[in-house]
């Protein structure tokens, strides 16, 4: 493709990749399926992260997209051209390793012009080029340091640059911010989005943090035993998580088996616990029956405290976190089940110990099975 054409048809919704059932087998005493089936389409200038449980398939997914492993079968596409048999440095795509890999011996400018020097640009322009790198970094007056004289947090952004200034339309990041103390993780959070909105290029970044994931990200992908579980913005999966295994990673608190005890016209009755829920029918898959087991949400915003709906529950206030705008309540239920409930701060604080009432409306929430 031109640089004309490209620039023509390049809209904030382009897919930078495009990846369909994509599968890697690795064949050893036994063979495992490190990704099964996936269908991913990531979009030009997104900050798109991989999250999931370690094992999950994130780090092949993304080898297999920069060229270091090869698909057993799907497609991957990067605009707009297959590259299943692409070697990966013909690829538009950089790799930020955890443990940077980078030379020991060499300065920080001589890994960073490090890429530039194989690609045979000229010294005057590498140095030129290394120059924006290391502004765009925070690292002026660290060019001439060695590796080792740099701190965790900078060597991370020495690699950053080097894999950056090779100007690939993707920079792949896998688990880079895992080595650092969780400090130094923190700010670097806050750098690499920066950089990303800076240099306006497509990030794919891999973690097994969903506080990275969330707080940095356009779009997560979260990934479980090789698949992809749901694609969404932060808000959206926070918000409607499609499946068990979702909520449950997320550490949703509120997420409650019941088994059904009657069904209604509107409303389904579901014991847990010695305790009696009642949802909405309409939000349930199929036809509910006396017996079988589901799970469901109650989204800590919509389990309110001293409510008129159908599911009034008599509580006991266990913790009380101050947010700032809203206070996040833990209540503990007759049962000794603990829900959180969200609150927008008022006057006062409830204080632990209170006893209270906390409820939701039947079609609060949100029915996985
Ligand atoms: P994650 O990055 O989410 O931790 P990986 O992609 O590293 O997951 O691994 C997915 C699965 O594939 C795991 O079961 C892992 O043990 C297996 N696996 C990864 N790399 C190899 C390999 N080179 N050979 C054999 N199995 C592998």
């Known amino acids: ?20 059932n994509l599968r890697k087998e690795y064949y050893g005493p036994e063979t495992v399926v490190a990704v099964d089936d996936v269908d991913l389409d990531i979009r030009e200038g997104e900050f798109f992260t991989i999250l999931g449980p370690s094992g999950s398939g994130k780090s092949t997914l993304l080898q297999m997209i920069t060229g270091i492993e090869t698909p057993t ?70 060019e001439d340091r060695n590796i080792q004289e740099l701190s965790g947090g900078e060597r991370q952004r020495v690699a950053t640059a080097r894999s950056l200034v090779i100007e690939p339309d993707v920079l792949l990041l896998d688990e880079v911010l895992g080595a650092l103390d969780e400090k130094l993780a923190k700010e670097m959070q806050v750098e690499l989005k920066r950089i990303q909105e800076e240099v306006e290029k497509t990030f794919v970044f891999v973690t097994h943090s969903q506080e990275e994931a969330f707080s940095m990200s356009d779009r997560i992908a979260i990934m479980n035993q090789g698949s992809v579980e749901q694609v969404g913005t932060p808000l959206e999966i926070y918000n409607n998580p499609t499946s068990e295994f979702v909520a449950d990673f997320l550490q949703m608190p509120n997420l409650i088996t019941g088994e059904i005890v009657s069904v209604h016209d509107r409303l389904v009755t579901l014991e847990s616990d ?21 799970t469901f949400l109650i989204p800590n915003e919509r389990l309110l ?18 947010k700032g705008s809203y206070t996040e309540y833990a209540v503990q239920l007759l049962n000794d089940r603990e829900l959180r409930v969200h609150e927008t701060t008022g006057e006062s604080l409830l204080s632990e110990g209170s006893e209270v009432k906390v409820g939701f409306a039947p ?6 099975s």
């Open 1 to 20: 493709m031109n640089a004309e054409a490209s620039e023509e048809t390049t809209t904030p919704e382009q897919n930078v990749i495009e990846i369909r």
């Open 73 to 142: 079968d799907g497609e991957i596409r990067i605009d707009g051209d297959l590259v299943n048999n692409v070697k990966s440095y013909n690829r538009n795509t950089s790799l930020v390793f955890q443990e940077y890999a980078l030379f020991p011996h060499m300065s920080a400018r001589e890994n960073v012009e490090y890429g530039l020097m194989l690609r045979g640009v000229p010294e005057a322009e590498r140095r030129e080029r290394a120059d924006d790198m290391f502004e765009l970094m925070n690292l002026v007056g660290k």
């Open 274 to 294: 010695g305790i009696e829920y009642r949802i909405a029918k309409k939000k349930t898959a199929g036809t509910p029956a006396v017996g079988d087991e589901v």
């Open 305 to 322: 405290f001293d409510n008129d709906h159908e599911n009034t529950f008599e509580a006991v206030v266990t913790d009380t976190i101050f």
């Open 363 to 368: 079609d609060a929430v949100v029915v996985f």
